[in-house]
């Protein structure tokens, strides 16, 4: 539903306030910049839900209905106000309501829909981690407001408030950011968070919402966010209608809970069907693929088994090419060959013209065609390294 106050509405409520009648008398002065607004329920016969302050003389329209998720009633509420010159003016855009699970429990659901081929794999169509208040205006509230034909430029002047624990202990925190409108009106977007979560059998389960607000303006922006800032900190709620509000979501939430039951036995039941059937058919397929399998397998062993040795051979009769040529060249055309020292296994190039060489170990050789007493000057004799080993 919406309603709307003019100022003659004013003018009659600051009269009757003081006790004269509004008309043919002069106005009394104004009991203050602000009156206070009830916002009503239609559902609860247009009970007060809450009330917060606006300024006087404003035109004020407000809308209250329900969107149903399941049999859970959520109440979308819109409120705005503009002043008697259209020049400044306050929305308030419904609440925003999200809920996120965190933990090896979720993370499996999770896995087990991407294994199933699943693209969304989200646990409820409202489903969205929790982040910085600053990060949702910029990232979700700005995209949200565009698709709706609501695009700002110069984007700027970023503000936000740490979360801190409030009521209940639920996290609250708020971010805004200022730009400009197409029609070159001044206009601050702003997004108040309130985050719950609570533990149960290793995750963790977040409740969170977030309340959206526009202030723009052809003038001081910043003066009509004083504005926007009393309502959201006069906001008193109405206790009898809170109680009758909190019993309502109550029912639904069970309602939707025995729902969710009865749905997932008759799952599990045709699961259990489909699983019986399709496990004797797997059963079969598996026995001649296991079959099939061993007989390729077999085949392809031998397959290998040639391979490696054709492979060795191979390798086998180059290595003997090419000791066969490094000899030829070593031994005929450069006059050298090779020497074996017998205890380290090291390979050294010496003039192959001697019959004898001896080395001291650090790095120098002597050759002699006459041997010596190695033992004597404590150096270790080479020996020659056969053709057929070269």
């Known amino acids: 539903m919406a309603t709307s106050t003019s100022a003659s509405e004013n003018a009659e409520e600051a009269a009757t306030a003081a006790g004269q009648p509004a008309q043919g008398k002069p106005q009394p002065p104004k009991t203050g910049q602000y009156r206070l607004l009830g916002v009503v329920d239609p559902d609860f016969g247009n009970m007060v839900a809450f009330a917060l302050k606006v300024p006087r003389g404003w035109q004020v329209n407000q809308s209250f209905k329900r969107v149903w998720d399941g049999a859970v009633p959520n109440a979308q509420i819109y409120i705005s106000f503009r002043s008697p010159d259209a020049a400044q003016r306050i929305d308030y855009l419904p609440t925003n309501g999200y809920v996120y699970s965190d933990g090896p429990a979720a993370q499996n659901l999770r896995q087990q829909k991407q294994q199933m081929g699943m693209q969304d794999t989200r646990m409820a169509p409202n489903e969205l ?23 700002l430029r110069n984007i700027g002047n970023e503000r936000s408030t740490p979360p801190h624990l409030a009521k209940e202990n639920r996290m609250e925190s708020s971010a805004s950011v200022d730009g400009v409108l197409a029609n070159g009106r001044k206009v601050r977007v702003e997004a108040r968070m309130g985050v719950s979560q609570m533990q149960s059998n290793g995750d963790t ?18 003066a009509t966010y004083a504005h926007t800032k009393t309502a959201q900190e006069s906001i008193v709620s109405n206790p009898e209608w809170v109680k009758k509000n909190t019993e309502l979501m109550t029912k639904g939430y069970q309602a939707n809970s025995e729902a969710s039951r009865r749905q997932h036995e008759e799952t599990m039941a045709g699961i259990a069907a489909n ?21 390729n397998t077999a085949r392809f062993n031998d397959r290998m088994n040639t391979m490696d040795k054709n492979m060795a051979n191979y390798q086998a009769n180059e290595a003997r090419r090419d000791g066969q040529h490094e000899a030829y060249v070593d031994n005929v055309i450069r006059n050298e060959t090779k020497f074996a020292n017998p205890s380290t ?41 056969s053709l057929n080993d070269y």
């Open 205 to 222: 389960f977040y409740s969170w919402s977030v309340v959206p607000s526009i202030t723009q303006t052809t003038g001081d922006l910043a």
């Open 275 to 295: 699983t019986a059937a399709s496990t004797a058919a797997h059963n079969q397929r598996m026995q001649d693929i296991a079959a099939a399998g061993a007989a």
């Open 129 to 151: 981690a929790p982040m910085p208040a600053l990060t949702y205006v910029k990232r979700v509230l700005l995209a949200q407001l565009a698709q709706n034909g609501v695009q």
């Open 345 to 385: 296994g090291e390979r050294v190039k010496l003039d192959n013209r001697y019959e004898h060489a001896y080395t001291d170990g650090k790095g120098t050789y002597y050759q002699s065609n006459t041997p010596l007493r190695a033992s004597d000057v404590n150096w270790q004799e080479l020996g020659k390294v």
